[in-house]
């Protein structure tokens, strides 16, 4: 049996129709069973990574995990996990790990990885550059607009696809080979942001307009959802994308043996979630 962390999420979700394609026995972690959509055929378990009392019963029979990433509370996971019999995990990291000095993305994955390590697990880590799913953010002013209002239109982003990250996982879960190896992963092209806006525009079949933000402007809608930290680690990394070619890396086709999905098989992939209801 292998126990899928963070199930209803982007990338949690295609490990768990991924590995179910690959006939395996699966089991979806969720903090609420009554309200997940999880497909058929998937035996779901409640239970909080953030409260690890609340995962009794959790890891019963469970050899492998993919491991969703909770800093304060994932060595306590992993002991459990381990104590129950768990050999082996693919973990949800990010590229932030690799790159000099500390910030709150890099802290935060660090310190997972660091449990793992520590934990004497085997284990594959998964760190992906940025998700094309933070595109995300525009569906709400496109669906009801047409517009996507953002700054720094010419950043150059190596967006990766949520199914290419769990491609890599599932490989990681399946395949002994990628016991020990920590693979960075990115989109298997640069582009701008202008670009993405064509995509999503060609995907939907409907004019998608781009209003330049100050970063300013940019800033204020963004501490409204997440920590002002964040907001300027992003904004800091699309001023310095502007004009640049995203380093675009050949881990996702090397791992899966298939190439990476592109900005704009993504869009197609998200269409509905751009187009207003009709
Ligand atoms: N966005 C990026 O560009 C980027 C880049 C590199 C790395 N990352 C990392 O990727 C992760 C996000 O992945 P994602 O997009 O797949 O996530 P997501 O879509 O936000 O979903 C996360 C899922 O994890 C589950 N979850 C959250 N906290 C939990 C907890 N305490 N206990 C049990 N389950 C919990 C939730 O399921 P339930 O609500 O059903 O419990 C949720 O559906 C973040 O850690 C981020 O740092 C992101």
Known sequence: ????????????????RQLLDAGERVRALTRDPGTARLPAGVEVVGGDLAEPSTLAGAFDDVHRMFLFPVPATAAEV??????????????????????PGENFVSVMHRTVEDAVRRSGLAATYVRPGGFATNTLRWAPTVRAEGVVRAPYPDAAMDSIHEADIAAVATAALLDDRHVGAAYQLTGPGSITQAEQVEAIAAATGHPVRLEELTREQARED???????????????????????????????????????RSYAEWARDHAADFTPAA
């Open 1 to 16: 049996m292998i126990l899928v962390t963070g199930a209803t999420g982007n990338v949690g979700g295609n490990v768990l």
């Open 78 to 99: 992993l002991e459990l996990a381990k104590g129950a019999g768990v050999e082996r995990l693919a973990v949800l990291s990010s590229s932030a790990v690799t790159q």
């Open 222 to 260: 963004m501490v409204r959802v997440m920590p002002a930290e964040i907001a300027d680690l992003l904004l800091g990394y699309l001023a310095s994308s502007v004009g640049t070619k995203a380093e675009v890396l050949p881990t996702v086709e090397q791992v899966t043996g298939r190439p990476g």
